[in-house]
């Protein structure tokens, strides 16, 4: 079995094990972030959050794992946000074409845009956040409400990836990998 291989099987069952908990880790988000949060004196009180901008047609556990991370980020004088959240079929096709155009064909494209079928962003799984600054931030900070950097390429790039408090997975060279 190639190293590519074994990555995709790894990840296919991570998002299997992450959708059977999200109930789990969505209690879990805000037990930590009320946990967690007391060191800056920014806890959120449990049942009072409100969903961060462009956290529409998320998961809902990525929804409130995020809300509740870019809370903190705010709270500590770090400027964070989702450029780009979920998309729709037609959204991730447009995205997907252009890439092939951009970078010659699918094999290079896949390395920043993955077709609607294969994308977590059309699943609601995935966020892309900024500045670069916010970035550094949710992927040093991040893990506390489960959220993770998935790929070396993509500074930007974020998943629901590990329960609230966990160790973040490996990341990947690229979305080819996933």
Same mark, same amino acid.
């Not at 790039?157 to 690229?174: N, Q, S, Y």
């Given at each position: 079995m190639s190293d590519r291989t074994g990555s995709k099987q790894n990840r296919a069952t991570l998002r299997v094990r992450a959708g059977a908990v999200s109930t789990l880790i969505a209690s879990a988000a805000v037990l930590s972030a009320s946990l967690l949060a007391p060191a800056t004196g920014s806890a959120v009180p449990l049942g009072s959050t409100e969903s961060a901008l462009g956290t529409g047609g998320l998961n809902p556990a990525l929804a409130l794992a995020y809300t509740l991370a870019e809370t903190e980020a705010h709270n500590v004088g770090v400027p964070l946000s989702i450029t780009s959240g979920y998309r729709t079929y037609e959204e991730q096709e447009q995205l997907w074409i252009n890439g092939i155009n951009t970078y010659g064909g699918p094999d290079n494209a896949r390395r920043w845009v993955l077709p609607p079928n294969e994308s977590s962003h059309v699943a609601g799984d995935a966020i892309d956040v900024g500045p670069i600054s916010g970035a550094q931030w949710l992927q040093a900070n991040g893990n506390r409400w489960g959220l993770c950097r998935m790929y070396e390429n993509e500074w930007w790039?974020?998943?629901?990836?590990?329960? &609230?408090? %966990?160790?973040? &997975? /490996?990341?990947? &060279?690229? /979305?080819?990998? %996933?």
């Open positions: 790039h974020f998943e629901l990836a590990t329960i &609230p408090g %966990g160790v973040c &997975p /490996a990341m990947l &060279p690229d /979305a080819s990998w %996933g």
